[in-house]
């Protein structure tokens, strides 16, 4: 029987409890958890929110080529429909928008937070795309297109993030991923749309952009009514209590009856990132100084560019998405609603192909297979339409093929990009890397409109940026971050310690 000293001593040797992160909870809660119904609610919202942008980006593709709004746009005061004047406008607009939206807010949001910024980025799209099916000028459209941008823009800095955040380590790649898909959702819903008003009854474009803004409006309200803060936005900005309340939510969400994470154990993860004068979140409320984190020595060149460079090389290749109906009436496809379809269609084995692989492969070697063989199949569409009239068929599945491997980027892209930069300035690198993508997004606007009656060059000038831009997390040497933690905080100000198969930050 032991003496009083002899229990203190063995009290003081015994190994004490581990004090677990947001992920450990998160890994352990949806291992053990039952009934995930009401987490798949979050994430379900989510996606629905991300399908309202596919919606409003997409509606463009089809009413440039309506009548209607050839006359009352686009022909307006003149007697030529200005493809490369008013249509490259009206179509970058959006891409303008979103490059002032995605930079501002995702700097922003990582002040104010992931769910009012998305919030408020799903409200300004939803009443923009509303007003738009009202104006009456190319001048209006453009505003409107503008400000849907902003929207929009918020909701991709917001929204993703979000997602990465509240989701388990082991499975994240495959939940950012699920929310991404739902783009492909948008993407069908509003060519069936198209195919429907326009390509079998001679509805109004005004109608279809109207029912267009739908989802973002149903996404708005549901996010309002499931989805919570990220609990590291939260513990970062010294909201212990908050924090612990929502990463306990989601556990339950989840299924978890287990023991609840702590204020403690919260404290014990973030205490000293948020008591940390250099790295005191209140205090950091400058907007560029966060932007200017991307550019320091530790991110530049192994995280920050070739990010960008990609989201360059991605955005360019996707501009064709914005004209395909257009490309396909003047490489002479017949019934191009209907091939436009196929089209939107194309996205669904592409985003179950990133679903399946992007856990198992690891995000880099997805994102560098699908952007080569997107530029492949861009290819032999091109050599398709050099003779259309008998090659139609090798058009339409090469275009077909070349949507499914775009979405498989992206849905490796969205990934990479939100494990890669800290907690603490991963919605301005979500947003700055979003505007980079929008500066090509607008460049190809007018590159499109001007080249549009020369399909052959379109091609092959997206296909060759597209192969470019598939080299550079291969050259810049970029991490996959498949199956491991988020770093909260950049690296320059942590010392990495291995232990338990996990990496432990501490400030050095």
């Known amino acids: 029987m032991m003496n009083n000293k002899e229990e203190s001593a063995a009290l003081h040797t015994a190994p004490p409890t581990k004090s677990r992160s947001v992920d450990d909870f998160y890994n352990t809660a949806y291992e053990e958890g039952t009934n995930r119904w009401q987490f798949w609610l979050i994430f379900l919202s989510l996606g629905i929110a991300n399908s309202g942008d596919a919606t409003e980006i997409s509606c463009m593709n089809y009413i440039l080529s309506h009548p209607l709004f050839k006359e009352e746009i686009l022909q307006k005061g003149t007697l030529e429909d200005d493809y490369g004047g008013r249509g490259a406008a009206i179509a970058s607009s959006i891409f303008a928008g979103m490059l002032i939206g995605g ?23 939803a009443t923009s795309g509303i007003a738009a099916s009202m104006a009456s000028s190319a001048v209006i459209m453009c505003e409107c297109r503008f400000f849907a941008g902003l929207g929009i823009g918020a909701v991709l800095s917001s929204l ?37 008003l326009f390509g079998r009854s001679n509805i109004s ?32 900005h010294g909201r212990y209590q908050d924090a612990a309340d929502v990463a306990n939510h989601v556990a339950e969400a989840m299924g978890f009856r287990g023991k609840q994470l702590t204020v403690g154990e919260i404290r014990d993860h973030y205490g000293h990132l948020t008591e940390e004068k250099d790295y005191l979140i209140q205090k950091n409320n400058n907007a560029m100084k966060k932007i200017r984190n ?75 297979g699908s952007m080569t063989s997107a530029a492949l199949c861009l290819a032999l569409a091109a050599h398709g339409a050099s003779d259309a009239e008998a090659r139609q068929l090798q058009v339409i599945l090469s275009s077909c093929a070349f949507h499914s491997f775009l979405v498989t980027g992206w849905c490796a892209l969205s990934v990479m ?57 291969i050259v810049c040497k970029l991490e996959d971050m498949t199956d491991k933690h988020l770093f909260e905080i950049p690296i320059k100000a942590m010392g990495v310690v291995e232990g338990d198969g996990q990496a432990v930050h501490k400030i050095v």
């Not at 955040?165 to 959702?185: C, D, M, N, Q």
Request: with cysteine; hydrophobic share 50%; proline share 4%.
């Open 103 to 125: 930079i501002v807010t995702g700097a922003y949001g990582d002040r104010l937070g992931r769910r009012p910024t998305l919030l408020a980025g799903l409200f300004l799209n």
């Open 160 to 196: 993703i993030t979000l997602a990465s955040e509240l989701s388990p380590a082991k499975h994240r790649g495959w939940y950012i991923t699920i929310v991404g898909g739902f783009w492909t959702l948008g993407s069908v819903f509003i060519a069936l749309l198209a195919f429907i």
């Open 205 to 236: 474009w005004r109608v279809f952009v109207l029912i267009a803004a739908s989802p973002t409006l149903l996404g708005g309200i549901l996010v309002y009514a499931f989805v919570p803060e990220s609990p590291r936005y939260l513990a970062l």
């Open 294 to 368: 991307l550019y320091g020595k530790n991110l530049l060149l192994n995280t920050t560019l070739p990010l960008q460079i990609v989201w360059f090389s991605m955005s360019f290749g996707s501009g064709l998405c914005t004209w395909i109906t257009k490309l396909f009436e003047e490489i002479g496809l017949s019934d191009i609603y209907l091939q436009s379809l196929y089209f939107a269609l194309a996205n669904i084995p592409g985003n179950a192909l990133a679903t399946v692989l992007v856990d198992r492969v690891g995000r880099k070697v997805l994102l560098f």
């Open 417 to 473: 990009t939100s494990e890669l930069f800290p907690t603490s300035i991963r919605g301005t690198g979500m947003g700055v890397c979003s505007g980079v993508g929008r500066i090509a997004g607008i460049l190809v606007q007018y590159v499109n409109g001007a080249f549009i009656d020369q399909p052959l060059v379109l091609l092959l000038a997206a296909a060759t940026c597209m192969m470019t831009g598939a080299f550079a997390p």
